[in-house]
């Protein structure tokens, strides 16, 4: 899409702030209107369609895109999106550990178990920790309690949480992030362990550097995206 539009502004409707092009409502993909639940969050939708110099380009419009996502396909199956974000629950990154005694089990235990102690005590829940990559199941009790904390979450944040648990592949490091229990960065490089682990022992390699800096922007879009969900202006 060329531009074409020369003014950008929001109206209140029942939906939110709603986004307006020289008075016309934006649409998002599959046609609903484009509105917003928070005014930071619709100021900073704004701020990315006034940047579109020729050609509307998606990757430089995340909050735009999160909000689609939110609006088209999580709202109408809130349920389904809830339980598929809740499932990294099963296999969280955070208790599969190298093998006791080696040196990168050690290390795993000191910058995973505060996450995992913090979601233990924030949801009276408990770990299975496991050695290796086999899979075993956390108990059904656990797993229950993180779906139903998942569950209890808007759709507009299942759309950065979906984004934050397939980047980490950690439930506890995205539960982390929506509740503020620790900054974005030490969570992502959390997350990163084993990747950087593997730096220490080898060196860098570019290409490898490069997709974690990928992905490294897009989870810190997603963790922007639930910040702009915070009341105020």
């Known amino acids: ?29 599959t046609g609903n209107a484009l509105a917003l639940p928070t005014q930071k969050m619709a100021d900073a939708v704004v701020a990315e369609w006034e940047a579109v110099e020729k050609t509307l380009n998606p990757a430089l419009m995340p909050v735009t895109g999160f909000a689609n996502a939110a609006i088209d396909r999580i709202a109408p199956d809130h349920a389904g999106f809830a339980a598929a974000i809740a499932a990294y629950g099963e296999t969280d990154l955070f208790c599969y550990r190298a093998a006791a005694g080696e040196a990168l089990a050690d290390r795993q235990a000191e910058i995973w178990d505060p996450w995992l102690h913090w979601a233990q005590g924030r949801y009276d829940i408990s770990f299975v920790i496991v050695e290796g990559i086999m899979h075993q199941p956390q108990s059904a009790a656990t797993l229950e309690i993180l779906r139903g904390a998942v569950a209890a979450r808007g759709a507009f944040e ?76």
């Open 158 to 233: 299942l759309a950065a949480m979906a984004k934050l648990a397939h980047l980490s592949g950690s439930l506890v490091a995205t539960l982390a992030v929506i509740e503020r229990a620790g900054t974005p960065e030490d969570i992502w490089k959390a997350a990163c362990l084993d990747e950087l682990w593997q730096e220490e022992l080898w060196g860098a390699d570019h290409w490898a550097q490069k997709n974690r800096s990928d992905r490294e922007g897009e989870f810190m879009a997603a963790a922007r995206f639930l910040d702009l969900l915070t009341p105020g202006t």
């Open 1 to 29: 899409m060329r531009r074409f539009w020369k003014e950008v502004t929001l109206e209140p409707t029942p939906s939110g702030q709603a986004v307006r092009l020289d008075g016309r409502p934006v649409k998002t993909p």
